[in-house]
């Protein structure tokens, strides 16, 4: 078998060894943007009525 193959082969194995450990890092990182965003869309939703509130002011 031809040497590029073979190295081929070890860095298409070696990538399969790593994604378990991708696939959590990225569902963590993913989790962190989803509270995030649920913090964002809380705000919006405080500062909506308080414009709401000084409106009918």
Do not use: C, G
Not at 3 to 23: F, K, M, V
Not at 43 to 48: G, S, T, W
């Amino acid at each position: 078998m031809d040497t590029s193959y073979l190295d081929e082969n070890a860095r298409l194995r070696a990538l399969l060894q790593e994604q378990p450990t991708t696939i959590r890092k990225m569902a963590e990182y993913n989790r962190l943007l989803s509270q995030r965003v649920a913090a964002y869309a809380s705000e919006i939703n405080r500062l909506k009525a308080l414009v709401a509130k000084l409106q009918r002011m």
